[in-house]
């Protein structure tokens, strides 16, 4: 497909963006929660810019008053302190040809009081059900300092050269409160009637383009769908929109969808691999006819081509590519010249999910977003012959990285395809853009040089006949014998299930998934065997099934689970089997249960590493560089396992200890 309107040009309030590609405002978490911009962060917008995005709009959640939480590890920008690095943020990104947006924001009754001692804020007291607090809820006399705050907000960002703001809603925060009746329970002018509850709204945009120039853009984020079950409907917040674009005060409408009220709705507002891509784009159309004002739409947008059908079926203006711009944020340069570019596969572990869950964003697939001198490794002084054992992520992303270095790379894999653990998880339904990214490595491998051996079970003598100066183990995991309950029933690894495929019920139509780990694997297998018509059970030991899966994905699954009728058994151990069944412990009252009906146990749950030759080659071969990476070392995530094999590869450095094959010689 043509990308000619993506690519084209495009007019906010005579600001002219290069592109209609815009990476949305997102918060990192780089500078814990002090609310002061890192340099890190400073380097991370500016490199957007560099890689060709047309609008860079930063800071999510970025704070405008000291009683709301810089939350999530954002920006406060009523800190002065914080001015300096705003100028070089604002600089970085024009130099490149970029324009720049912070969103601003007040949480209201989003976040926690925890750390600040606080109470929230909100219209009502009215408690959210994701963070669990009660706030405080607003006296009319405190309102209007808070619309001043926004107006500083805004002051301060003009001044230190920015091209405009963001006003946001999105998510529940204070404005969206306002807007909801459920919420908002007042009964003066800020309550009640729907031109009341815009009051709030109004008056924090007029504000703000009183506080700034002509010149300075002034956007307005909003949900156009809060998919909650008695929330306000499409149709009323395109009500709101239209009531909140007529002041004139706004620019920019950007659109996405869900809201921060509870789990389920929280976890929509950056949709997981579970929703459609584009999932918010219809809907963003139909708020952009009903303003007549430029629209920006967020949600899902991963690709050229779906960028582009958004802007042409839908009439927005602009398309938000955030998490594909993290994966690749050369992604704009990449889609003008035609060329392959790094796919996110938008799971959220390594981004938005690892936010919520009180850590920092990197990024599951690119780990020079975490750490930047892995995105172009120095060429090697003099190229080597690199071993690759394992054709998984980690050992994939090792041959990658060093061949980009110069160096002769053979990889051999035991297994007739590529991808080790992270192809199984195409199982899982939402799962394709896993095969795309796994596509993306298999396409860098040819173009690099790199030989590529399937069907090779590499020991120590395969692995020495190569002749090589460097070694990357990447030979992943297998499963704990331990984790085996005693008994006569049948028991099946759950990635041997996932990989061989899955039996048919007999002697019992019962199947118990055993799950330590708490991630995805158990509630997978268990969807696959209900799909074959086991009756499931998942047990673990843990207070929750899912517990360790991010808050963007966890109330998908859990939900998913429900439909296919598979049963949760949380705080429950399986001790042993019995030709009739499996016997569960409950771990803290040590009661005993029987399942009866039970053919099959199914371990999902933490393996062993496999490091494959590594005692034998460093027994053989003492002075040879082995590298251990990914699950070979300690099994973990898709994220590590990426990190680690980049590592690997941009570390080889052995000496040449043998002639260079021709190929490799320049």
């Known amino acids: ?271 997981p691999d579970e929703l459609d891509e584009a999932a918010y784009a219809e809907l963003a159309g139909a708020m952009r006819a009903a303003t007549d004002v430029p629209a920006l739409v967020a949600g899902r947008i991963l690709d050229g081509e779906t960028a582009e059908r958004c802007l042409r079926e839908t009439g927005v203006d602009l398309v ?37 869950s009180g850590l920092p964003v990197w990024c599951s697939i690119n780990p020079a977003i975490r750490e930047p001198a892995l995105e172009a490794p120095a060429r090697a002084a003099q190229p080597a012959r690199v071993v690759v054992v394992g054709g998984g992520v980690a050992g994939l992303e090792a041959a990658r990285g060093a061949a980009s270095r110069g160096h002769h790379v053979v990889v051999l894999e035991r297994r007739a395809v590529l991808g080790g653990r992270a192809r199984l998880a195409l199982e899982r339904r939402g799962r394709r853009r896993w095969g795309l990214y796994l596509d993306w490595l298999e396409a860098e491998l040819a173009d690099a040089g790199v030989e590529v051996r399937l069907g090779v079970d590499a020991d120590a003598d395969a692995v020495l006949a190569e002749q090589p100066d460097a070694v990357v183990l990447a030979t992943g995991s297998a499963p704990r014998e331990e984790a085996v309950p005693p008994g006569p029933l049948r028991v099946l690894d759950a990635d041997a299930l996932l990989e061989h495929g899955t039996p048919a019920p007999a002697h019992g139509t019962g199947a118990v998934v055993i799950d330590d780990e708490n991630g995805f694997v158990a509630p997978t297998v268990a969807e696959v065997l209900a799909g074959h018509g086991w009756q499931v059970e998942i047990v673990t030991a843990l207070p929750g099934v899912a517990a360790e899966i991010d808050p963007t994905q966890q109330p998908f699954v859990l939900r998913r689970l429900e439909i296919a009728g598979v049963r949760l058994g949380p705080s429950l151990a399986c001790v042993r089997t019995e030709p009739a069944g499996a016997i569960l412990r409950h771990v803290h009252a040590g009661t005993e249960v029987h399942r009866h009906g039970v053919g099959l146990i199914v371990i999902a749950g933490h393996r062993r590493a496999a490091p494959g ?39 080889v450095r052995a000496e040449q200890r043998r002639p260079a094959p021709a190929a490799a010689r320049v």
């Open 613 to 651: 030759p590594r005692a034998a080659l460093r027994e053989r071969d003492p002075a040879l560089e082995v590298h251990v990476v990914g699950d070979a070392l300690a099994p973990r995530t898709l994220l590590d396992a990426v990190a680690e094999g980049a590592r690997a590869g941009a570390a």
């Open 320 to 356: 938000g590519m955030t998490r594909a711009i993290i994966a690749d944020p050369d992604l704009p340069r990449r889609l003008q010249d035609g060329v392959r570019f790094r796919p996110c596969i938008s799971i959220n572990e390594g981004c938005i999910g690892r936010l919520y």
């Open 1 to 271: 497909m043509s990308l000619e309107l993506l690519l084209s040009s495009f007019e906010v309030r005579g600001t002219r963006l290069r592109n209609r590609i815009v990476s949305t405002p997102h918060a990192t978490g780089w500078g814990g929660s002090s609310g002061l911009l890192e340099r890190s962060e400073v380097d991370y917008h500016v490199r957007k810019a560099a890689g060709g995005c047309g609008l860079v709009m930063t800071f999510g959640s970025a704070s405008v008053d000291p009683a709301t939480a810089a939350s999530y590890g954002s920006v406060a920008l009523w800190d002065e302190r914080n001015e300096p690095a705003l100028r070089a943020l604002a600089a970085g990104v024009h130099e490149h040809g970029g324009v720049c947006m912070s969103q601003m924001t007040h949480m209201g009754r989003r976040g926690n009081s925890r750390e600040s001692g606080i109470p929230l804020r909100a219209p009502s007291d009215v408690p959210e059900p994701v963070h669990h607090e009660v706030p405080v809820a607003l006296d009319a006399a405190e309102i209007p300092p808070i619309v001043e705050r926004f107006a500083a907000a805004a002051r301060r960002l003009e001044a230190c050269g920015w091209d405009g703001c963001e006003v946001t809603s999105f998510g529940g925060h204070l404005i969206e409160q306002f807007f909801d009746p459920a919420v908002n329970t007042r009964s003066d002018g800020y309550g009640g009637s729907l031109e009341n509850r815009l009051r709030f709204a109004r008056e924090v945009l007029e504000a703000v383009r009183a506080a700034v120039s002509e010149r300075f853009i002034v956007g307005f984020r909003m949900t156009a769908d809060q998919r909650l079950e008695g929330g306000l409907a499409p149709e009323e917040l395109r009500e709101i929109a239209a009531h909140v674009c007529a002041t004139g005060h706004v620019d920019l409408l950007s659109v996405s969808g869900g809201t921060g009220a509870t789990p389920l709705s929280q976890a929509a507002t950056v949709p």
